[in-house]
């Protein structure tokens, strides 16, 4: 290996692991979907601070997880966990639902 070649392969393995360390600093919360309903319903998050939103889907079948605003979509389906990623939010509330138990599935984030 030339030492160009190693020293781009050294670089690009630092830049993963500190992505990845940076990645793991930010606010993680979950919500778990259960029986059409979001468990927490009421999220406090730090204003102006990117978190990590993980969804426990522990309906019988799928669900999608929504945001107007900041738009956010993220369908589950049944016994599975993902998460996302939410930009910075401005001071406020911002509330977010089930697609697929809109009557039921609701909830909000309380950004402060």
């Known amino acids: 290996m030339t030492p160009t070649r190693l020293l781009a392969c050294l670089l690009g393995g630092a830049a993963l692991a ?5 990645h793991a ?10 029986d059409g309903r979001f468990t927490p319903d009421t999220i406090t998050v ?17 669900e ?6 900041p738009l956010k979509e993220l369908v589950v389906g049944p016994g ?4 996302t990623v939410f930009p910075p939010l401005k001071p406020g509330t911002y509330p977010f639902f089930g697609e697929f138990h809109r009557d039921t599935a609701q909830g ?3 950004a402060q």
């Open 64 to 69: 999608e997880f929504e945001t107007p605003s």
């Open 25 to 34: 600093d930010i606010p993680n919360f979950t919500v778990v979907a259960e």
């Open 108 to 110: 909000r984030f309380i």
């Open 80 to 83: 599975v966990t993902r998460s």
């Open 46 to 62: 730090p204003a102006n601070t990117r978190f990590r939103l993980t969804l426990v889907n522990k309906n019988a079948g799928p």
């Open 18 to 22: 500190l992505s990845g360390l940076a």
